[in-house]
Structure formats: structure tokens, C-alpha cells
T-cell receptor, first 113, second 114 residues
């Protein structure tokens, strides 16, 4: 059974800091890994999708890496801003029959002005 | 084009009542997923539809939960005899035919059982 872990559960940083959010998963048989952002009371916003054959993806100030063999992914946020404050969820799509997403419990990020 | 839509956005119901939640996937997407996000459990898979195949119901928490997908498009998630522990945000996602395609999420339905 796939398990996804995100530690720590919460993080507070000053504005301008570069930061790394970590995600680990137990089963390397995956199609892809996806990072989402969720603002309080809102739905999921997809940030980056990394296919299992890829090592990283970049979008603006965000860079996500994937090491499938070790079961790890990181989301790097450069020059953090107060608007980056949100919960960041990592999800893996297992290469099983239903290709469901298994989510971590998320990291709640607070960027202090 | 239009994304995944869900209705209602919020639903408050009394314990013991039945509720229906609706999902309209992206046009042309053959795969449809329901997930539930609750405070204690995080985001969990409920059920998966792919084309005309029998749905994968392995994530449904009890037999009070059921889902249909009519005409390979719109889906309805039904919860019978609602309980307080059913309070959660119910999210729907759709994707293309291949298993590794990205899933696109709707805004969710927030269900509160009083």
C-alpha cells in the first residue's frame, strides 16, 4: 500500500527565503508525482507534475525534483513571498489498475512579511 | 475550455438524510475520480470510473456511499443516512484515457452533517 509522508506539517519562514518542501513515498511503482497548492477553504491548484521518467520540472519560482528509486521528491520555492502562504500537498499516482492519487497530509507554509 | 465543475459548492444536511453530490468532468475525459478531504484523514480516494468499465469502488468507506456515472460524463456521489463523520470536502477529478494522464480537480463540495 502506497504511503506518502510530508514532514514537517507546518513551516514558517521570513519573506525572501529560499525553501525546500519534502515528500517521501513508499512504493516506487508510480506513473507520476504532483505538487498541489491549497488555500484555506479552497480547492486544489496543480503546481507541477513530474512523470516517472523525469527528474525535475520548473515553473517560475518553483522547481520540483523526483528521485523515484529513493522515493523522494522536493519542491523548491525561490525568494518566498507572503502570497506563497498556503498548504502544499504532494500526491503520487500509483501504477496500479485505477491509477488513483495518494496524497500526503500537506505542509502548511507561512511566509512572514 | 471549461474545467471540472461540482455542485452544490456547500451542503448542510441533518444526520440521517440522504445527499447527492454532482460532478461534471472536462469534456472528453474518460476517467473520473472522487476523493474526500476530511480533517482527520487528509485526502482519500473513494471511487474511480474509466469509460464503460465497472467502477473501482475500493475506497468507499461504507455501503452508505455509492456513485454513478451516466453516459460516460456526469457523475453523482450519493451518501445515504448521513453521519457526522461524513462531514468533509468531496472533490472530483477527471483525466484523459491513459493511466498516467494528469488529473484535473473541481472546486469541491463542502458537506456538513449536523
Amino acid at each position: 500500500k502506497q504511503e506518502v509522508t510530508q514532514i514537517p506539517a507546518a513551516l514558517s519562514v521570513p519573506e525572501g527565503e529560499n525553501l525546500v518542501l519534502n515528500c517521501s513515498f513508499t512504493d516506487s511503482a508510480i506513473y507520476n508525482l504532483q505538487w498541489f497548492r491549497q488555500d484555506p477553504g479552497k480547492g486544489l491548484t496543480s503546481l507541477l507534475l513530474i512523470q516517472s521518467s523525469q527528474r525535475e520540472q520548473t515553473s517560475g519560482r518553483l522547481n520540483a525534483s523526483l528521485d523515484k528509486s529513493s522515493g523522494r521528491s522536493t519542491l523548491y520555492i525561490a525568494a518566498s513571498q507572503p502570497g506563497d502562504s498556503a498548504t502544499y500537498l504532494c500526491a503520487v499516482q500509483s501504477s496500479g489498475a485505477n491509477s488513483k492519487l495518494t496524497f500526503g497530509k500537506g505542509i502548511t507554509l507561512s511566509v512572514r512579511p | 475550455g471549461a474545467g471540472v465543475s461540482q455542485s452544490p459548492s456547500n451542503k448542510v444536511t441533518e444526520k440521517g438524510k440522504d445527499v447527492e453530490l454532482r460532478c461534471d468532468p472536462i469534456s472528453g475525459h474518460t476517467a473520473l475520480y472522487w476523493y474526500r478531504q476530511s480533517l482527520g484523514q487528509g485526502l482519500e480516494f473513494l471511487i474511480y470510473f474509466q469509460g464503460n468499465s465497472a467502477p473501482d469502488k475500493s475506497g468507499l468507506p461504507s455501503d452508505r456511499f455509492s456513485a454513478e456515472r451516466t453516459g460516460g460524463s456526469v457523475s453523482t456521489l450519493t451518501i445515504q443516512r448521513t453521519q457526522q463523520e461524513d462531514s468533509a470536502v468531496y472533490l472530483c477529478a477527471s483525466s484523459g484515457a491513459k493511466l498516467n494522464y494528469e488529473q484535473y480537480f473541481g472546486p469541491g463540495t463542502r458537506l456538513t452533517v449536523t
